[in-house]
């Protein structure tokens, strides 16, 4: 072989290399969408391609679902890439990212699927890409096994915009389950960086607020029975702090199918969000489910932790793309977040401390990667408008 042939033959291997896909164990830890959420998401981030296998191995029925290809399909769309195992039932996908780019997308699951978790895999993309980002997504907006769309409002968004993470989200229309329908839009502008944040001091309660709904045939009588329960719980523990619950019968024009749930927020005098909530079953009475709600919210609130049990994980991300060392207290670490620090370990060697104090809560402590973004603030001066034109 000519020594042309052969220095040929090195640069066609090391460009192979170079390309080659990052391999995950979809069946690691929690097992389930959890890691193909942040691994599509950093790899989009990251301009790496990467092969998932094994997918939702930890589950009863493995393999992607709806909502998983939907947000899936929404990550290639917005970072212009190539994915391929795409399909329903689908354990194993490959997934080649190119440029994070501005544009509109519109993401259904066709299903009841959360619309909420579509999110969270598009928007650390949105927030990178090199223009203003609008989503349209589809399905359930108070899911089961998922956050309700209002968490992602009340509690994610503000201390997201710790971050440097601002979005604006409006539900257009409310979608329960089986029947989905729901429809949510979606808008961000792009950033430099996103910057470190501290949330350590849980200061005192000011206020408790909430949303006690119930949506299609489901009488107003249930949004008050949870409302008036919760209320009841709450006052037990925290007596002398104001609660104010709105009661809401959605319309036709606001939902789709019946559904009733109730949403509750405390807010602390340094600015900690802390959530509890509970949705509404067959053969669950409208008093527990408000009861669940307090019950939970009280025991989020128990050790002072400045981020709730469902916020832990989703701040991973964030901490681990941010410039600077974030740190967050909260409570004992979910299996959730064990996998979301497991994989921006893996996908950015990123370190994460964790420290365990005293009453039992953790701080997380991250050195971010300062990630930069691909637009020119000299080219692209935006900002999210007061009322974008949807």
């Keep these: 072989m000519?020594?042309?042939?052969?220095?040929?033959?090195?640069?066609?291997?090391?460009?192979?290399?170079?390309?080659?896909?990052?391999?995950?164990?979809?069946?690691?830890?929690?097992?389930?969408?959890?890691?193909?959420r942040m691994s599509i998401a950093f790899c989009a981030l990251l301009e790496k391609p990467i092969r998932?296998?094994?997918?939702?191995?930890?589950?009863?029925?493995?393999?992607?679902?709806?909502?998983?290809?939907?947000?899936?399909?929404?990550v290639r769309d917005l970072s212009k890439g190539k994915l391929y195992g795409d399909e329903i039932g689908s354990t194993e996908i490959t997934f080649y990212p190119g440029?994070?780019?501005?544009?509109?997308?519109?993401?259904?699951?066709?299903?009841?699927?959360?619309?909420?978790?579509?999110?969270?895999?598009?928007?650390?993309c949105m927030i990178y890409a090199n223009g203003p980002a609008r989503v349209i997504l589809k399905g359930g907006t108070n899911?089961?096994?998922?956050?309700?769309?209002?968490?992602?409002?009340?509690?994610?968004?503000?201390i997201a915009e710790k971050f440097g993470c601002k979005?604006?989200?409006?539900?257009?229309?409310?979608?329960?389950?089986?029947?989905?329908?729901?429809?949510?839009?979606?808008?961000?502008?792009?950033?430099?960086?996103?910057k470190a944040a501290d949330l350590l001091e849980f200061g005192e309660i000011s206020k408790i607020t909430g949303r006690s709904f119930v949506a299609g045939v489901l009488p107003i009588k249930m949004a008050h029975q949870m409302s008036t329960i919760a209320t009841s719980v709450i006052q037990k523990t925290y007596q002398r702090i104001p609660i104010d619950i709105s009661v809401v019968k959605e319309t036709e024009q606001t939902s789709v199918g019946n559904g009733s749930?109730?949403?509750?927020?405390?807010?602390?005098?340094?600015?900690?969000?802390?959530?509890?909530?509970?949705?509404g079953k067959k053969g669950i009475s409208a008093e527990r489910v408000g009861e669940l709600a307090a019950e939970e919210l009280i025991d989020n609130l128990k050790n002072k932790s400045c981020v709730d049990t469902y916020l832990q994980d989703q701040l991973i991300i964030l901490m681990a793309l941010a410039k600077g060392t974030s740190r967050i207290k909260?409570?004992?670490?979910?299996?959730?977040?064990?996998?979301?620090?497991?994989?921006?370990?893996?996908?950015?060697?990123?370190?994460?401390?964790?420290?365990?104090?005293?009453?039992?809560s953790v701080v997380i402590q991250c050195e971010g990667i300062g990630l930069k973004g691909n637009f020119d603030p000299k080219r692209c001066e935006c900002s999210i408008p007061r009322h974008p034109p949807y």
Excluded: W
């Excluded at 220095?7 to 929690?30: R, T």
């Excluded at 440029?99 to 650390?124: E, I, N, W, Y």
């Excluded at 604006?168 to 960086?193: Q, S």
């Excluded at 990123?350 to 039992?360: A, Q, R, S, T, Y």
């Design 52 to 74: 998932i296998y094994n997918i939702r191995g930890g589950r009863s029925k493995p393999g992607l679902g709806p909502q998983h290809l939907t947000g899936l399909r929404l």
């Design 167 to 194: 979005f604006d989200a409006r539900i257009m229309k409310r979608g329960y389950y089986p029947k989905g329908g729901g429809e949510v839009h979606v808008m961000t502008v792009p950033i430099d960086h996103l």
């Design 330 to 360: 909260t409570g004992p670490i979910t299996l959730h977040t064990q996998t979301a620090i497991h994989v921006a370990k893996l996908l950015t060697n990123v370190d994460f401390e964790i420290k365990e104090l005293e009453d039992k």
């Design 261 to 279: 749930g109730i949403i509750l927020v405390a807010e602390t005098s340094t600015g900690c969000k802390i959530g509890g909530s509970g949705l």
């Design 143 to 158: 899911a089961d096994m998922a956050p309700q769309f209002d968490y992602t409002t009340s509690v994610f968004q503000p």
């Design 99 to 124: 440029k994070l780019t501005q544009g509109s997308h519109t993401a259904d699951t066709h299903t009841a699927g959360s619309v909420g978790l579509l999110l969270q895999v598009a928007l650390p």
């Design 2 to 36: 000519s020594y042309f042939r052969i220095l040929c033959c090195k640069k066609i291997l090391k460009m192979c290399a170079a390309i080659a896909p990052i391999e995950i164990d979809g069946a690691l830890l929690e097992g389930g969408g959890q890691i193909l």
